[in-house]
C-alpha cells in the first residue's frame, strides 16, 4: 500500500504549487477569460469543458478541527488541507465541488525497521529494514485537468502526519474521523482555520466533494465513506483497503503485504509519523504494537475497529473501485470484498480490474481513465445527467491487453466448479478431476524459510519433499477462473508450523504481464500546463515475460482458526482435521494447451511467518478439492 506520491518529472504536487505563484501569459488563457468574459461552469457533450485558468487558480491552507484526540492532549486533533480552486470563486462567487485526495505521505516517510518473521532461534536476530518506494508515483494531474472544467482540487494530511496533529494510527476511527473533518468543514459543519489562526469557512464550495487515491490514499476514501458523511458525494479508490485485516493477516495467520515481509500497523504508523513533535505519539504506537497480535493472528477488537465492509450500508457516495489483478501489496480481496458489500447494499458502483500490480490504469489507459473519472464525478458533484451510470458497470483487462465490458463481476454465467485433488502414480504428480479418487495418503515435510513458493512450484512433473503437486492434462480449451477460489482438505500436520498454503498455477510457456510497467516514450497532454508542469505524461505499457508458469492466486491458513478467524485452538499432531480457506479473487484464463495446477506447501516465503523447517502434512487424496469460479464452458475443458 506504498508511497504513490504526485510527483515526478514534468509535473508539481499541489503541495509545491501552494508554495509558489504562477502566471501565463494572457495568450495562454481561455479565449473567455483572455477577454475579459469571466467564465462559468460550462457543460458540453455531457461533461464539464475547460474554462477555468489553471494558471490564475487560488490557494489556501486550512487546518480543520476533527472529533478525535489520537493524541490524547486534551484538545481535537486537526488535520491540514492545501486547496487550489478557480479564481472565479473569490471574484465571481462561484461555488465549486472539491476533487480531494487524503493521504498520509505528503511529508514523505521514515525510514522503519519492520519485525522479524524468522521464528524460533533466528527470532533473536536483528531486524529487517524496508525503505519505500517512493520513486514510483501517482502522477498529480488533478489541477491541471479538473481545475479548468469547474472543480477545487485539495490534498490533505492525515492525522499525524505534515502539518496536522493528533497520531497516525494506521486506519482506526481516529484516522476515519480526520478524513469525514475534511468534508464536514466542505459544508460547513467543522470549524477550520488559517494558519495565522484566523477562523475561515468554505464559503465558495458547494458541499459536494469526491475523493480519489491509490493505495493509502484510496484507503481513505473508503473509510471516510463507511461514515456515511453528508457531502461526500463520489469516491474513487485505487487498490484501497476495505479491511486491514486483509492487508496484514490471512486465514487466521500474520501474512505479509507483497514485498514488505514484517511489516504491520505499528510500523506503518511510525512510517508516517511526520507531524511536529513526534514523540507525543510514542506511548500510542507501543499500543498498537502491543494488542496487534502477531503471534496468533486472531482478528480481535483492533482488527474490527478497522474493518469497514460491515458499515457499507452507510455509503452514500457512489463509488468506482479500481484494483491490479497483479497487486500482492494491497491484496485484491480487500476491493472484491468492498465491491461485493456495497453492490448488496445498492450502492452506484463501478469497477475495474486491471492487468497492472500496485499501480493506476492512468499510467497506460489515459484517454479512457480520464473520460470514466470526469464523468463519474461530473454526474455526483454536478449532477450532470451524461449517463455514466448505465454503462457498463465492469472493465476489466485480459492478459494482451484488450478491455472487456461486462455488467457485473464474477462476469455473468460463472459458477462454482469442485475439482477433486487426486493421488498420481507412485512417484509422479496428483491429478486434478472433476470426479474424486480416493488413494494411499501423501505427506511432505515443511521447508520452513529455505525454500520459496516459486522455487517449490518448479519441476511440477516429478515428486518434491517439500510440497504436493496437482495437474490437469493440457486444456482441450481454454478456461476462465474469475471470482473467488477455495481449497478444502482433509489433512493432519506434525510439527511447529501452522500454516497451510495452496497456489493456484497456469502451467504452459506463455508471455503474459508481469504487473510492472514501462516507458512508451509516447506523450499525452492531458490539461492546462504552467511553468515546470507541462499537463502531460509519458504513456506507459505493462510489462510483460515469457515465462513457463505463472502463479494465478495464491491463499494461507493458519490451521489453529479453521473454525474462526478469530479464536486460535490448538491441534492434535497427526490427528486428521478438515481445513477450508479461500485464496485471493482472481480473473485469469488459463490457455488450450496448458496445465492447470494446484501446489500445496506450509511455509509461503514471502508472506507467512516462517517456522523452523520440519513440520509434516499429510492429505489424503480424493478427500480434497479445489473450487473454481469458471466462467460459462469452463466445466467442459476440464472433463
Known sequence: MRRHLPGGAGVITLTAALLATTALPAAALPAREAAGDAPRVTVRNGETQPVFSRADAVTQIVNIETTADSDRDGVRDRVQMRIMRPKETDTASLKVPTILEPSPYWAGINDVPNHPVDMGDARRGALTTTRRNLAEFFPGYYDNYFLPRGYAVADLDSIGTGGSTGCPTSGDRSEQAGAKAAVDWLNGRARGWAPDGTPVRATWSTGNV????????GTLPNMAAATGVEGLK????????????????????VVAPGGYQGEDLDVLAKAVLTRRNPEVCAKVIDEIEATQDRETGDYSKVWAERDYVGDARKVRAAVMVVHGLNDWNVKIKNSVQWWSALKRAGVPLKL????????????????????????????????????????????VQHADGTWETARDWPVPGTRTVPVSLNAGPSGQPGTLGLLPRPGTAESFVDAGGTRTAEQLLTGEDHADPNRLAYLTGPLPGAIRVNGISSVSLRASLDGPSPYLTALLVDYGTGTRPTGARVSTGEQVCY???????????????LQTETAPYKIITRGWLDVRNRRDFGRTEPITAGKTYTFRWDLEPTDYVVEAGHRLGVILLSTDYDYTLR?????????????????????????????
Open 210 to 217: 469526491g475523493m480519489i487515491g491509490q493505495s493509502y490514499d
Open 234 to 253: 463520489a469516491i474513487v479508490p485505487i487498490a484501497g483497503i476495505s479491511s486491514w485485516y486483509d492487508y496484514y493477516r490471512a486465514g487466521g495467520g
Open 352 to 395: 475495474w480490474l486491471h492487468q497492472g500490480n500496485h499501480s493506476t490504469p492512468f499510467s497506460w489507459r489515459v484517454e479512457e481513465w480520464l473520460r470514466q473519472t470526469l464523468h463519474w464525478f461530473d454526474r455526483y458533484l454536478y449532477g450532470i445527467r451524461n449517463g455514466i451510470e448505465h454503462e457498463p458497470r465492469v472493465d
Open 527 to 541: 490539461g492546462e500546463g504552467v511553468p515546470g508542469d507541462t499537463g502531460c505524461t509519458i504513456r506507459q505499457a
Open 611 to 639: 517456522y523452523p523447517a520440519g513440520t509434516e502434512v499429510t492429505v489424503r487424496p480424493g478427500a480434497g478439492k479445489v473450487l473454481l469460479p469458471l466462467a460459462r464452458g469452463g466445466r467442459e475443458s476440464l472433463e
